[in-house]
């Protein structure tokens, strides 16, 4: 399984960034996976920002991003989406996503970072003031 993320970049604040994630190799169906976005900044720990159902039918978010950020994925393509706007200093990190078989309880778990199988390699994202 790979996953490999691109767009990461350097923008001033309020900027934007589109960030994709290229599934392959998965053992089931694209659509038989929840994909999530985390970030680490320099001294931090891994953080939750975003979650995709397999389906694309529920999306999460992490409070801190909530309004300005949206997840989405397109089935067709084996590839996901993290469209990043209003961004602020307290953005940069190396975001990650990562991808799980789905269960039932990921409504409920979605945020667990321990839960996620796959994880692509990161890609930096520094916003500047």
């Known amino acids: 399984v790979q996953l490999v993320e691109s767009g990461g970049g350097l923008v001033q604040t309020g900027g934007s960034l589109r960030l994709s994630c290229a599934a392959s190799?998965?053992?089931?169906?694209?659509?038989?996976?929840?994909i999530g976005w985390f970030r680490q900044a320099p001294g931090k720990e891994r953080e939750f920002v975003t979650a995709?159902?397999?389906?694309?039918?529920?999306?999460y978010y992490a409070d801190s991003v909530k309004g300005r950020f949206t997840i989405s994925r397109d089935n067709a393509k084996n590839t996901m989406y993290l469209q990043m706007n209003s961004l602020k200093p307290e953005d940069t990190a190396v975001y990650y996503c990562?991808?799980?078989?789905?269960?039932?309880?990921?409504?409920?778990?979605?945020?667990?970072?321990?839960?996620?199988?796959?994880w692509g390699q990161g890609t930096q994202v520094t916003v500047s003031t």
């Open positions: 990562a991808g799980r078989f789905s269960t039932p309880d990921y409504s409920s778990t979605y945020a667990s970072a321990p839960l996620y199988n796959y």
């Open positions: 190799g998965f053992t089931f169906a694209f659509d038989d996976y929840a």
């Open positions: 995709i159902s397999r389906t694309g039918g529920s999306t």
